[in-house]
């Protein structure tokens, strides 16, 4: 499944933190509330691993905006009738086609450079 890291660092400035899309700067209920979803939807995606939240030094579940990002489209295909499971899998194919994109244009670039 899609394993997506999560920068535990607190160091360096703390104005980089506004441009990272992986600092994990929701809390489950901010997240669920931007979503328009409710927390036991994101704990479901956490079931199917889809997303992997940081957890705070109290164990709450911190949410990215790439995390979001997921989650919203997740949200998107069950609410199309899509079950979790199936929605997390479509979304790790697109997340894996992308990669896979993205890297057939770098080494036709590299190519066409010679």
Known sequence: ???????????G???DKFDDDDYP???M?????ILGTTPGFLRSLDEANLLV???????HRRYSRYQLRLAARAR?????????????????LEDQLAEAQALNVELHRRLDAR
């Open 1 to 11: 499944m899609l394993i997506h890291t999560v920068n535990d660092s607190a160091d």
């Open 13 to 15: 400035d703390p104005n």
């Open 25 to 27: 700067a929701y809390s």
């Open 29 to 33: 209920g901010s997240a669920a509330q």
């Open 53 to 59: 939240p940081h957890r705070s030094e109290g164990g």
């Open 76 to 92: 998107e295909l069950v609410d199309r009738g899509t079950a979790v499971e199936t929605a997390c899998r479509i979304i790790v």
